[in-house]
Structures are given as C-alpha cells and as structure tokens.
C-alpha cells in the first residue's frame, strides 16, 4: 500500500500538483515506518523524495531536515561508504549550490567523493 502511495504521489508531483505529492508521500512514510521500523532504508529513501519534493517548491529548509533524516537512517542501515550515502552528499552539494550557499556546497561535494 505504502509504495502505492508513492507512486501516485510521484505521479501527482509529475503533474505539477506538489502539495498532494509531499502530502501522499509523508503518508507512505507513516506507513512504512510502522511496517518496516523507522530506520529500514526503504524508508530513508522515502525520505529523501519527500526532500525532494520540498526543494523543488522552494521550501529548502523543510527538505534539508528530511534530506538529513534521510542520511541518518541510511548511514545507520547501510554504512557511511555505501553508494546510497554519496548520492544523498551530491543532493546537497546541488541544493546548496541552487540556494547559492558554495561553502556548504564544496563541503557537501567533497564529503560525496569520501
């Protein structure tokens, strides 16, 4: 039901409609974490898109505290030098880089390349 969920919310996004995306998508979160216990990858991943979501419309605040949500339960379920983990690294460099924040950006790049 939770990737279901997902789905239609990564549909709604598509749409353009993208406070019923992030809506749909804290759904599926709630659902996962009460399925799969709240540090299981699955749902870290399902936090990274929600962050997604949120930078996309602007709120860049609210996506970094889910982003960092994300890096958190991945770094815990999977390691520090999993692949998953340097993909979260390179969203941030660009976020930052969007927001013009390039110290954060830098920071952000070269912890991807660790």
Known sequence: MATCITNIAS???????????IELQTKAIVLQERLLGV???TVGHSYETLSMYYH??????KGFEYLHRALNILQSSVG???PEIA???????LVYQEIENMDAALEAYIQHLD
């Open 80 to 82: 520090d030098y999993h």
């Open 11 to 21: 549909i709604q996004f598509k749409f353009g409609d993208y406070l019923q995306a």
């Open 56 to 61: 996309n419309c602007g709120y860049f605040t």
């Open 87 to 93: 993909s979260i690294f390179l969203k941030m460099g």
């Open 39 to 41: 540090d299981h990858p």
